[in-house]
């Protein structure tokens, strides 16, 4: 795994990255702990590709709007930022924060709130106008007794099928499956087609993500919701009979499935050795920058007009070294502009309703109306549903379902029903 990007000196992290067998990069830009007060350290993992190109447009906009701040990047990067959040939980130990991080938005935050290391910026949505900028689903999901701690720079879809056009020509499929039912039957007919993998699926959180797909079909959106807060009890038939779904799904999936990340599952459909991959809507700009045009896309059957959303965000630290840099940051993070520049090319659409589609692709645009339109649904593979400790345990036991020589559905349902009575309150 590789990390890069700029640690300083002063943040004396070599112990820490060591501790997590990491390899983070050289430095970019000075050390200098004099430097001051005017550096804005900025941590992400955004490293590569339109994520990175999204973070350049963001500083080049904050170097506008921002005179007297400069941006200093502290990016380490890993997939879906598993080495960032590891080094960044080892910093905010040591009392050591940078002066903003990034972080998906809603409950993956929780423990942050609970222990006063973020500070509540309801006061900044009202002095900025976020309040009308963002639809109200998403202002309620990120809301947390009453206050808010994080702006989203944007908003990715995770509920998304996609389809090697080609591979389902060859095997004579042709129409959209509107249900759950439909799409299984035609996994069945890719396979008699001579399509070994139908389905391309990855490890742990790529696992969860399709089996919140499989819940939000059967259950509908505010029973899925209920799942993470209570209301929805994880002991139900309704679960079991989405649980042996996801059985049939994974069934259909590539066998090596725990050993790959998803740009190696999506690599399975690029090739034509799969026909359908459930993932965020990042993969249409990365099929894009890997020149792959020969494929659609839908929204995973029987979760039409569900959005189901999570949020790259950022917030403001207790003990942030500079926290009018980090709130120029912030500002400018959820300004219509910083969002229209970041957005489009980062490939995911503004988390504001009032930017319009210009410059955007055909997908973003349709997105963005859908974002205004559908009911907006979290996601605990993403954080905006659960805490981080409740997503892994999630993710253990979907393994363990994934590696098991017999697909015991009953085992998982109680794995996953203990597992949301450590966390779900009250």
Excluded at 232 to 249: E, G, I, M, N, P
């Amino acid at each position: 795994m590789n990390g890069v990007g700029m640690l300083s000196t002063r943040r004396a992290l070599a112990a820490v990255v060591s501790a997590v067998t990491l390899l983070t990069a050289s430095a970019c830009g000075s050390a200098d702990e004099d430097a001051g007060a005017t550096k804005v350290e900025v941590f992400t993992w955004w490293a590569e590709g339109g994520e990175k190109a999204g973070l350049d447009a963001l500083v080049g906009r904050f170097t506008t709007d921002c005179p007297g701040h400069e941006f200093e990047n502290g990016v380490v990067a890993g997939g879906a930022g598993v080495n960032a959040k590891q080094v960044l939980g080892a910093r905010i130990e040591q009392n050591d924060p940078p002066d903003t991080f990034q972080v998906h938005a809603g409950a993956e935050l929780a423990d942050y709130i609970a222990a006063g290391r973020v500070q509540d910026l309801s006061g900044e949505y009202d002095s900025w106008g976020l309040r009308q900028a963002f639809p109200q689903g998403l202002i309620d999901d990120l809301t947390v007794a009453g206050k808010i701690y994080s702006v989203p720079s944007n908003v990715h879809r995770a509920n998304v099928v996609w389809a090697n056009s080609q591979v389902l020509s060859d095997a004579g499929i042709v129409r959209t499956p509107k249900t759950l039912d439909a799409f299984l039957k035609d996994l069945a007919t890719l396979r008699r087609a001579g399509v070994e993998s139908p389905l391309a699926l990855g490890r742990d959180w790529t696992q969860l993500m399709l089996l919140e797909s499989v819940l939000i079909s059967g259950l509908g959106p505010k029973r899925f919701a209920g799942l993470f807060t209570g209301d929805t009890k994880w002991q139900s038939r309704a679960v079991r009979d989405a649980l042996a779904d996801y059985a049939q799904l994974i069934s259909f999936s590539n066998p090596d499935r725990d050993a790959l990340d998803w740009p190696q599952a999506e690599q399975l459909l690029i090739d034509g050795r799969a026909g359908y991959q459930l993932m965020g809507d990042w993969l249409a700009a990365d099929l894009a920058a890997k020149n792959f045009r020969a494929y659609e896309s839908f929204t995973f059957p029987g979760t039409d007009g569900v959005f189901q959303w999570l949020a790259d965000s950022f917030v403001l630290p207790a003990g942030a070294t500079n926290a009018e840099g980090t709130r120029c940051w912030l500002k400018t993070v959820a300004s219509a502009e910083g969002q229209r520049e970041f957005n489009i090319r980062k490939g995911s659409i503004p988390a504001r309703t009032d930017v319009t589609g210009d410059g955007f692709s055909a997908y973003q645009v349709a997105a963005m109306k859908d974002w205004e339109s559908d009911t907006p649904v979290p996601s605990c593979a993403h954080g905006s549903a659960c805490s981080q400790d409740w997503q892994n345990a999630l993710n253990a036991a979907l393994g363990a379902f994934s590696t098991a020589p017999e697909k015991n559905v009953t085992a998982l349902q109680n794995a996953l029903a203990a597992t949301a009575a450590q966390y779900v309150k009250g």
